[in-house]
């Protein structure tokens, strides 16, 4: 979508005190950016594949190039990312089958393959419960093909991780919707229009842009930041209790990751 994207990523990387520095990707151009991003300064990158099968990926993304995106998997291993994750999203019916075959992506150490919840975030409205794998049976489903041992989940961390009792690597469960993590939740995101979101799962969004326009002061946006933090919803959990239409859900398409 930005073609000096890692002229973005330079200047983002000098920011004094950033301490984490990482891309969340489909990866369809990675092949070709991965070294510039990687001189520019980017430290770690996630790709989201949803399928090791060529048509069944293309279904899911609307098209997607499958070959595109495993070279850019190959390039991000090449040019040393770390970490270097990928993102699967089973759906049941749709790719729960490749639950194993997915997690043997990680079994070698060079990629942590995190599974997720499916969520409701479609902007076409296909969401159900009854599409959801949760995250237990993920994990048996992957503990009939390699044993697995549990490490601690920091505060804050989105993940569940678990390491092969046989190999370097690690898996990672994401238990949005049957284990909420909203509790000790630290993410705070800005969308590309100026806006402030505490929570995906609420449509609220309270805008910098007036703010930064007007020439606000250091310790006004700060204060706005604050409030907007301590605005933050109850999550996931609370939200679907509440909310029988799914309209009140934003689209995931609309603020990313």
């Keep these: 979508m930005r073609r000096d994207i890692e002229e973005l990523v330079k200047l983002l990387g000098e920011i004094p005190g950033v301490r984490q520095f990482s891309m969340t990707t489909n990866g369809f151009l990675l092949a070709e950016k991965a070294a510039a991003l990687k001189r520019a300064g980017l430290k770690g990158i996630t790709v989201s594949l949803h399928s090791l099968k060529p048509e069944r990926f293309s279904q899911i993304t609307g098209g997607g190039p499958y070959k595109k995106v495993i070279d850019g998997i190959k390039a991000a291993k090449s040019n040393g990312f770390t970490p270097l994750k990928i993102n699967a999203v089973i759906i049941r019916g749709c790719n729960d089958d490749e639950i194993a075959d997915l997690a043997s992506l990680a079994v070698n150490g060079d990629v942590t393959v995190r599974f997720i919840e499916y969520m409701p975030f479609d902007g076409q409205r296909h969401w159900g419960m009854d599409k959801v794998v949760s995250g237990r049976e993920i994990v048996e489903r992957i503990r009939e093909s390699y044993d697995l041992i549990p490490a601690p989940r920091p505060s804050g961390s989105t993940a569940q991780l678990y390491r092969f009792e046989e190999g370097n690597g690690e ?6 919707i049957t284990q909420p993590f909203c509790s000790d939740c630290d993410r705070i995101r800005i969308s590309a229009d ?64």
């Design 171 to 176: 898996i990672g469960v994401i238990t949005s």
């Design 194 to 257: 100026g806006k402030i979101v505490p929570c995906l799962f609420d449509k609220t969004g309270y805008d910098l842009r007036p703010l930064l326009r007007t020439g606000a002061s250091d310790a006004m946006i700060l204060e706005f930041m604050r409030d907007a933090v301590l605005r933050k919803t109850p999550g996931v959990e609370t939200l679907l209790k509440k909310y029988t239409q799914l309209e009140h859900i934003r689209p995931m398409h609309t603020i990313g990751g």
